[in-house]
């Protein structure tokens, strides 16, 4: 018997402190990263939700995941994930004159990226930053309002107007993270700003968030004029990678 309990006694005492360190470092004790939103079963889901068609060929808007932004200059908003209704950042003019507001370090990035550009003759115009939950949900239901008159069902109305203005809590600019720069056009890409941006935005943390070859993935057409603001060293990854944000995101080193 003896001889038994010099077997357990020990052998309990690892079990109970293996459970007491466990215990100390549960998932919410731990720094949060962006690889954890980014698992890829996050990815596979998507893609599944994203295959549902209505019987006129539309293809319908997924489920949405709320996501946190606050502190996050990587946080993904998109179709799939978008903020809650009553988030509003705190906020900054983004250049002195303007009625253009983003989050403060995206406005200061901002400013003296508009005043760099300015020097060497370009003008970065800032058009559209910061809009409210609020804002975005009338442009949206505007949108779907015209879908609507052509005879579509209100589920197949949100995700055409989709195509064109992103739903609330889905819009970059609710996050104060992004800049429409200059003109919201197609031609934008044509002048010098354009030709600016895409050389230098990296340096001032800001990224062209919806290129031409990516709206397979980002869900969203085109835009030379859509800047998002990301921080100088993710900027600088995802400029050099390649990829866009939601690919960034998703891969193994982003
Ligand atoms: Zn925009």
């Given at each position: 018997?003896k001889?038994?309990?010099r077997?357990?006694l020990p ?13 100390r ?75 253009e ?14 005043f ?48 064109s ?19 919201v ?65 998703s891969?193994?080193?982003?």
């Amino acid at each position: 018997m003896k001889k038994l309990c010099r077997i357990l006694l020990p052998a309990v005492l690892i079990c109970l402190l293996i459970m007491l360190a466990c215990s100390r470092s549960k998932p919410g004790n731990e720094p949060e990263s962006t690889e954890t939103q980014m698992e890829p079963e996050t990815v596979s889901e998507i893609e599944t939700t994203a295959a549902r068609t209505s019987p006129n060929g539309v293809e319908l808007l997924p489920e949405r995941t709320l996501v946190d932004p606050e502190g996050d200059l990587l946080v993904l908003v998109n179709r799939f994930y978008c903020v809650r209704e009553d988030y509003v950042p705190e906020l900054e003019r983004a250049v002195a004159g303007y009625e253009e507001y983003l989050q403060p370090e995206a406005a200061r990035a901002y400013s003296s990226m508009y005043f760099d550009a300015r020097s060497s003759g370009v003008e970065l115009y800032p058009c559209s930053g910061y809009r409210s939950y609020e804002h975005q949900k009338k442009n949206y239901e505007e949108k779907i309002a015209e879908y609507a008159e052509q005879g579509y069902t209100r589920e197949e109305c949100e995700a055409l107007a989709a195509n064109s203005i992103m739903p609330p809590g889905s819009s970059e600019h609710t996050l104060g993270l992004a800049m429409d720069i200059g003109w919201v056009s197609a031609d934008f890409e044509n002048g010098a700003a354009y030709e600016w941006l895409c050389a230098h935005a990296w340096e001032y943390g800001f990224i062209l968030r919806y290129p031409s070859d990516k709206a397979d993935i980002t869900g969203v057409k085109y835009e030379p004029w859509h800047w998002r603001y990301v921080g100088v060293d993710n900027a600088f990854a995802i400029s050099r990678s390649g990829l866009c944000l939601e690919e960034f995101l998703s891969s193994a080193d982003g």
